[in-house]
């Protein structure tokens, strides 16, 4: 690990007295410039908005041109006056860092975290002191709320912030518009002019935008501890170009966001930035924003693709027993992980009796044989051991809170891999504790969690990489009721909700349909895309545990499952090609000495150019699953093709509506 951190005078920190900074003449300010010089983060006090009053603002810059415009900050707090209006700079330390450290599982094994920074410290009237933290790298700028601990501010009730985001001029952005606090964050993407927001609407993060001439970023949130999840809405003044921060509020007390005692901190609010949309997806800066991994040795922590009973469990094959939730079903999946290589099985809901019906005594399972009438767990667990097949389980969140103490002690003893917890739909304050506490709680049990019903990653798994997924979308489940899981909420999934981290979308389906013939149904259900597009799905979505979902017997004899098999859920790095949201995505991944490149369309049949620069240097060969020609009907059917190429190839990928391309490169003769 290569690690600098120092405090140097001048490097982060200017004073300035600019009237260009906003309406109302000089101010002074404090800025952060990351790194390679394109990008910058400034904060300035005593400056009025427009149309606004004086107090404590930022600006962000990109290629010297303001792409942010001078935006509100602060903390409106209950019983007391708002920190930020009013306050004036006092100190301001400049810092630099540039640390390397490695990951279990994720896009990529190793990280820099390189950024400049500066720790603003003012002050009100009334003597009281607020410190933002600013950081710039050269892929965002993120900055934060620390309020000391002094008289008169040791109990602190935050009712909101007075965070803004106010444009430049009017963006196409695409909003992830929600019905309440209370979410599982699954809903289709919809794409609206800042303009064209109505101020009622709820946004989840991360939100996209593009300012035509300036750049393209994205709003999220990092490290959010003993804090309220970050939406946010238009406000109703600023010229119709300004979104206002809105916290989760208490469920105790929804008068109320947060409730704490000095000193603390607020999430970093995360500013993602690129020239183009597909490069934000290479950035790490939610995770460089949380602190390093509380767990030593993470060897237990593994990535893989799992068998799942869930997505077509209760379909009708050729078998000869009945299928559902019962152990010769459960069987039957992990004899077909086994076989395939995989190295984990989940068991989905309905595997405990009290599942179906409430809360689970987990503390009872100990010494029963069956936890159901039709599921034998102790033989599954035997039986998964003389298949070197590892089982994850899946409970309800109430559950896990009640007997967490006795379940995660109980399910090391049994060997279980990991947990899949769901339905918490909330992300205030108290729900993000339980987060946190349920990490830390099942790295003491060496178990694995995937988070459903979940609210949008903040990076939590670089401090507990034990969380290694979560869900927070709409993914494949919905097409067993719908048609809304479609190619175009594919292709726009990688520049909105997976900028934030992992997402257990659980692709995999073989029942590939056109939008003609397509029919949602529970049993045996289909896929709204070619197979081809379901192929590229693994390349282009990131979970290191990753969902192969269809019923073992629909994989029986097709050429697809051994790309299929083969690709990795943990990644060496990562490379956009290209893309434009809601239209196409092309992603190359690599793991070792090989490549996985991953492209789809929406409902557009679409030809692009795929250069292979990012190969090493020497011979490669390519092998290429692509739609057939005539898979616009026929959307099963694909063509596979092998192709010597090199870092010089520039590959001609043809995707029909719905369509897709998966390859896997490798060093010739190498395999």
Same mark, same amino acid.
Request: charged share 20%.
């Given at each position: ?110 990280? +820099? ?15 009281? +002191? ?11 700028? =993120? ?67 593009? /300012? ?82 509380? %767990? ?37 999946? %992990? ?32 010494? $029963? ?101 979560? /869900? ?80 073992? /017997? ?5 050429? /697809?499952? =051994? ?36 492209? %789809?369309?929406?409902?557009?049949? +679409?030809? $692009? ?12 060969? =390519? ?44 060093? =010739?003769?190498?395999?």
């Amino acid at each position: 690990m290569h690690v600098l951190r120092n405090v140097l005078p001048g490097l982060a920190l200017i004073f300035l007295a600019s009237s260009s900074l906003a309406q109302g003449g000089a101010a002074p300010s404090a800025q952060a410039v990351a790194p390679g010089g394109q990008l910058a983060l400034r904060l300035v006090a005593d400056q009025p908005a427009s149309g606004g009053s004086a107090g404590l603002h930022a600006v962000v810059e990109f290629h010297g041109q303001r792409l942010l415009d001078v935006s509100r900050l602060g903390l409106d707090l209950a019983g007391q006056q708002p920190l930020g209006p009013g306050m004036h700079l006092v100190t301001a330390t400049p810092e630099t860092a540039d640390d390397t450290y490695t990951l279990p599982v994720g896009k990529t094994r190793s990280v +820099r975290d390189h950024y400049n920074g500066v720790r603003a410290t003012l002050e009100d009237g009334a003597g009281r +002191r607020l410190i933002v933290e600013a950081r710039a790298f050269d892929d965002g700028v =993120a900055f934060r709320y620390i309020v000391p601990a002094q008289d008169g501010l040791g109990q602190v009730r935050i009712t909101q912030e007075r965070t803004a985001f106010t444009y430049v001029k009017d963006a196409v952005t695409y909003p992830l518009i929600l019905d309440g606090f209370h979410s599982s964050y699954e809903d289709e993407y919809q794409v609206r002019m800042v303009s064209g927001l109505h101020p009622g609407w709820l946004i989840g993060l991360p939100y996209l935008c593009h /300012e035509a001439g300036l750049g393209w970023f994205a709003i999220t949130e990092a490290d959010i501890d003993n804090y309220a999840g970050m939406y946010l809405r238009k406000a109703p003044h600023f010229g119709g170009f300004t979104l206002d921060a809105a916290l989760a509020p208490r469920g105790d007390d929804p008068s109320v966001a947060v409730e704490t005692h000095t000193p603390f901190s607020s999430p970093w609010r995360v500013v993602m930035v690129a020239d183009t949309p597909a490069k934000l997806i290479e950035s790490n800066i939610v995770l460089n924003l949380n602190p390093p991994s509380q %767990i030593k040795d993470t060897s237990w922590i593994v990535a893989g693709k799992s068998a799942w009973d869930w997505w077509s469990g209760e379909a009708a094959p050729s078998v000869k027993f009945k299928t559902g939730m019962n152990t010769a079903t459960m069987k039957h999946y %992990i004899d077909f992980a086994s076989a395939s290589g995989f190295r984990y099985m989940l068991i989905d809901a309905g595997w405990a009796q009290a599942d179906r019906n409430g809360p689970q005594d987990y503390a009872a399972l100990a010494n $029963i044989t069956q936890v159901t009438p039709e599921i034998d767990m102790p033989e599954l667990l035997r039986y998964a051991r003389e298949k070197h097949v590892k089982i994850w389980l899946w409970s309800h969140w109430t559950s896990v809170d009640k007997y967490m103490d006795q379940a995660f002690p109980l399910f090391e003893k049994w060997g279980i891999a990991g947990v899949k917890i769901d339905f918490m739909n909330s992300d205030d304050q108290q729900m993000v504790g339980w987060y946190r506490h349920v990490v830390e709680t099942a790295a003491k049990y060496h178990l694995m969690i995937d988070f459903h019903g979940a609210f949008k990653p903040d990076g939590l798994r670089r401090t507990w990489p034990n969380l290694v997924t979560r /869900e927070g979308v709409m993914g494949k489940e919905y097409l067993k009721w719908s048609a809304r899981t479609t190619p175009a909420h594919n292709a726009t999934l990688p520049f909105t909700r997976m900028l934030a981290g992992p997402m257990d979308y659980t692709p995999g389906a073989f029942g590939n349909s056109n939008l003609k013939n397509f029919v949602a149904r529970n049993v045996e259900p289909m896929s709204l895309d070619t197979r081809a597009q379901e192929l590229a799905l693994y390349v282009l979505f990131e979970s290191p545990l990753q969902m192969v979902s269809d019923y073992p /017997e629909h994989y029986a004899g097709q050429k /697809e499952f =051994a790309f299929l098999k083969r690709v990795p859920t943990t990644w060496d790095e990562v490379h956009a090609i290209g893309g434009q949201p809601m239209e196409w995505i092309s992603l190359a991944r690599r793991s070792g000495q090989d490549w996985y490149v991953g492209s %789809i369309t929406n409902w557009d049949a +679409r030809t $692009i150019q795929v250069p292979l620069s990012f190969l090493g240097a020497g011979k490669y060969e =390519a092998e290429i699953y692509a739609d057939a020609p005539d898979a616009a009907e026929n959307a099963t059917h694909t063509t596979l093709s092998h192709q010597a190429v090199d870092r010089s190839t520039v590959l001609t990928v043809h995707m029909v509506s719905g369509g897709g391309n998966a390859i896997w490169i490798h060093p =010739a003769g190498g395999h």
